[in-house]
């Protein structure tokens, strides 16, 4: 098994950022990972956005998260040009469910439960993209 | 106010072609709208409401009431939901004619996927690069970037079931079975042979947990139906299934918090339709269920309550699908998973075998005795993100 598939890896596209999203990705170019928190019902929610899911209040912000949490579910995909890469959810410690890549782990190294951290992989063109690995 | 009773579904034709090199995609539509309104006893001059979704190109149904030439359309509606859109349209239709804004509504999908439309997989393309900030759909950003497909979206689904419930490979792949069993009697369905639970778990994987023969197949073609008034219905000289009940439900992650993928929205839409209807799961004789992979079947029999939350994978063991050996007869055409799933949308030809079955229409082989009662049910988007669960109930009169 090569280096490559003994530890996941997969190119990235340019992600697509909105002027509400801007500050996630700038933050993200300096490494650091950022939740939205709604300052009215004090929940945490994802993907970001300017108004919560929960209880539509305007007063959200930012908040940095050390981007720790356990897989929720995941599935390898087979079917790859580049080589098999993980889809799958990881559960915040903070609580919201986040899609992502899991990287630097084998196709069958993978499980529910396992804990998992962020990082920040590099894209095509675009700002580096938080995907997780074992922690 | 209710649709029950307040309309029938008097067309249904399914597109006979699964390849179509030379038929361009609204030149398909047509042709179902053709067939369909054929079916019926009806002319185009009859259509009063036009439905359709994201299939059909320009401008919801502008450019395709225009190409059929409909004159007479004084209602319309695209509303898309991906491949649960066509279930949402009879309810929709049913709605629209119970009010009095249209009385012979017609539906079409259509489409080419092996010939330059979509393919699955593209279903969620990047978006971004090139600097520009992008005014896209919201999510596209935290999620297109990670190579999510139809295939290990619903991979994910299947993870978390087998993880939570102890379905098995073994179980999911005794849907795939049935449908086989089902497909080997339509001579049109594009895969015919019988598979064994041998064979489909030891077909290649394709997104873990799911292997090839857990996926349906990718086909060209299309359907329509024709939803009509009581008044239209009693002056054809078809068999006439009735409208009793419609639930719809999207369903996404909701912010995050509490996300279950071993559910789908159906634990919503069904027992709305099920209410407005009046009847229960037991009182079901049969049930096209969608079939993009053998886990939405599962998934979706156990929302729809046809059996206890987990209990799916023991339920459709052992042919607990197949007609005339198990309990719910189900996808007797041979379903997504073997026969047709034209431009990756399953959900018309889902209500157009129901149809087939309480009409006494299906294959001998395959046509439940005493069919009087029938569920069509679907999803549309993804399981693993966001989707739209509609289900129709339906009954035959007299």
Same mark, same amino acid.
């Given at each position: 098994m090569s280096e490559a598939s003994a530890h996941m890896t997969r190119p990235i596209p340019a992600p697509a950022v909105s002027i509400e999203t801007k500050p996630f990705w700038d933050a993200a170019a300096e490494g650091r990972f950022l939740i939205k928190r709604c300052t009215e019902c004090q929940k945490a929610f994802w993907y970001p956005r300017a108004m919560c899911p929960f209880c539509m209040s305007a007063e959200t912000v930012w908040e940095e998260s050390p981007g720790e949490g356990v897989i929720y579910t995941y599935s390898v995909m087979h079917r790859s040009p580049t080589g098999p890469y993980a889809i799958g959810y990881v559960t915040l410690n903070e609580g919201p469910a986040v899609l992502t890549n899991f990287v630097d782990v084998a196709p069958d190294g993978l499980a529910i439960g396992m804990k998992v951290r962020v990082k920040f992989q590099p894209t095509e063109g675009g700002p580096p993209a938080p995907v997780f690995a074992p922690a | 106010m209710s649709i029950k009773g307040k309309a029938y579904l008097m067309g249904a034709f399914e597109h *006979? !072609?699964? /390849? +179509? *090199? #030379? #038929?361009s995609t609204p030149q398909l539509h047509a042709e179902c709208a053709r067939g369909a309104l054929i079916d019926a006893g009806l002319t185009k001059d009859d259509v009063d409401g036009y439905f359709c979704a994201g299939? +059909? *190109? @320009?401008f919801g149904g502008l450019s395709m009431i225009d190409y059929m030439g409909l004159k007479n359309v004084r209602h319309l509606d695209s509303t898309e939901t991906g491949g649960s859109s066509y279930i949402v349209h009879v309810g929709h239709a049913a709605q629209a004619i119970a009010a009095g804004k249209c009385s012979v509504a017609l539906i079409t999908l259509a489409g080419r996927p092996r010939h330059g439309g979509r393919r699955p %997989? +593209? %279903?969620? +393309?990047a978006a971004g690069g090139g600097g520009a900030l992008s005014d896209g759909p919201p999510e596209a950003g935290f999620e297109n970037i990670y190579g999510g497909s139809t295939h290990n979206t619903y991979g994910m689904c299947a993870m978390r079931h087998m993880y939570e419930y102890g379905t098995t490979s073994e179980q999911l792949a005794w849907i795939k079975v049935a449908a086989s069993h089902h497909a080997q009697w339509n001579e049109h369905a594009f895969l015919r042979d019988v598979v064994t639970v041998e064979e489909v778990v030891s077909s290649r994987m394709i997104a873990d947990p799911l292997h090839l023969l857990d996926c349906c197949v990718v086909t060209d073609g299309g359907g329509a139906l024709i939803v009509t008034s009581p008044e239209v219905a009693r002056s054809l000289n078809r068999p006439k299934v009735r409208v009793l009940g419609a639930g719809e439900a999207p369903k996404g992650p909701r912010g995050g918090l509490d996300l279950d993928l071993t559910h789908s929205g159906a634990v919503w839409s069904g027992p709305r339709a099920f209410e407005e209807a009046g009847v229960t799961p037991a009182d079901i004789k049969y049930a096209s269920i969608y079939d993009s992979f053998t886990i939405t079947v599962l998934m979706q029999i156990e929302d729809l309550g046809f059996c206890k939350k987990g209990e799916g994978g023991k339920f459709v063991? /052992? @042919? %607990? !699908?197949?007609? @005339?050996? %198990?309990?719910l007869p189900f996808n007797t055409d041979g379903g997504g998973l073997c026969n047709n799933h034209p431009t990756n949308r399953g959900g018309i030809t889902k209500v157009i075998e129901a149809v087939r079955q309480l009409r006494g229409e299906a294959h001998p082989k395959v046509q439940v005795r005493n069919c009087d009662l029938a569920i069509a049910h679907g999803t549309g988007g993804s399981l693993g993100t966001r989707h739209c669960a509609a289900t129709v109930i339906m009954e035959r009169e007299g």
């Open positions: - | *006979p !072609l699964r /390849d +179509a *090199p #030379t #038929t299939d +059909a *190109p @320009g %997989g +593209a %279903g969620m +393309a063991s /052992d @042919g %607990g !699908l197949i007609s @005339g050996v %198990g309990k």
